[in-house]
């Protein structure tokens, strides 16, 4: 059974960062590539990041070009988001998905003074 | 990044027949699969169908999905009151380096 469980969401400053973790099983983990995808509060879904099965390609959505990572550990099957220069409207629930289509539960990020 | 288009609000009685929409381009539905979401209020989206019209196992069959062109629909049957929810439908889009893109989501009310 596909299991995506995010860690790592919490209430940080602007201007903070933070590291999100998303750990898998009951695939083959190596076979797919990876994204993080985001929902603000009371708000439609938006795509972050991506990150092929090797790490050779990466991908990001501009509004977080230049301050999110996206990188994962095959070994411990797992994939990361690094959050840096977070931002007000980067608060969200962050959702890790296998690229075609199974979801986690998500974490909560609030970005707030 | 581009966006997939779906109606604001859709709305039928329990036992009805009810169609979502999802209209995209040449880049996304148009050469990739659709999926569709339920996200009950308050919890995380569900994967509801995948690959334009495959479901999950042990999903009911009252939910089917299709896929024509640059367009896909959600059709729920038997509409039942624990299906009203928000709905998204999702595809890759091929282009800027590759990216999911999403509809807005439509807001289903049972009646």
């Known amino acids: 059974q596909v299991q995506l469980v995010e860690s790592g969401g919490g209430l940080v400053k602007p201007g903070g960062s933070l590291r999100l973790s998303c750990a898998a099983s009951?695939?083959?983990?190596?076979?797919?590539?990876m994204s993080w995808i985001r929902q603000a509060p009371g708000k439609g879904l938006e795509w972050v990041s991506y990150?092929?099965?090797?790490?050779?390609?990466?991908n990001y959505a501009d509004s977080v070009k230049g301050r999110f990572t996206i990188s994962r550990d095959n070994a411990k099957n797992s994939v990361y988001l690094h959050m840096n220069s977070l931002r007000a409207e980067d608060t969200a629930v962050y959702y890790c998905?296998?690229?075609?289509?199974?979801w986690g539960q998500g974490t909560l990020v609030t970005v707030s003074s | 990044q581009s966006m997939l288009t779906q109606p604001p609000s859709a709305s039928g009685t329990p036992g009805q027949r009810v169609t979502i929409s999802c209209s995209g381009s040449?880049?996304?539905?148009?050469?990739?699969?659709v999926n569709w979401y339920q996200q009950l209020p308050g919890t995380a989206p569900r994967l509801l169908i995948y690959?334009?019209?495959q479901r999950p196992s042990g999903d009911p069959d009252r939910f089917s999905g299709s896929k024509s062109g640059t367009s896909a629909s959600l059709a729920i049957s038997g509409l039942q009151s624990e299906d009203e929810a928000d709905y998204y439908c999702?595809?890759?889009?091929?282009?800027?380096?590759?990216?999911?893109?999403f509809g807005g989501g439509t807001k289903l009310t049972v009646l």
């Open positions: 998905a296998r690229n075609d289509g199974y």
């Open positions: 009951g695939f083959t983990f190596t076979d797919y590539y």
């Open positions: 990150i092929s099965d090797s790490s050779t390609f990466t």
């Open positions: 040449s880049s996304n539905i148009g050469k990739n699969t």
């Open positions: 690959s334009n019209n």
């Open positions: 999702a595809a890759w889009d091929d282009s800027l380096n590759g990216h999911w893109v």
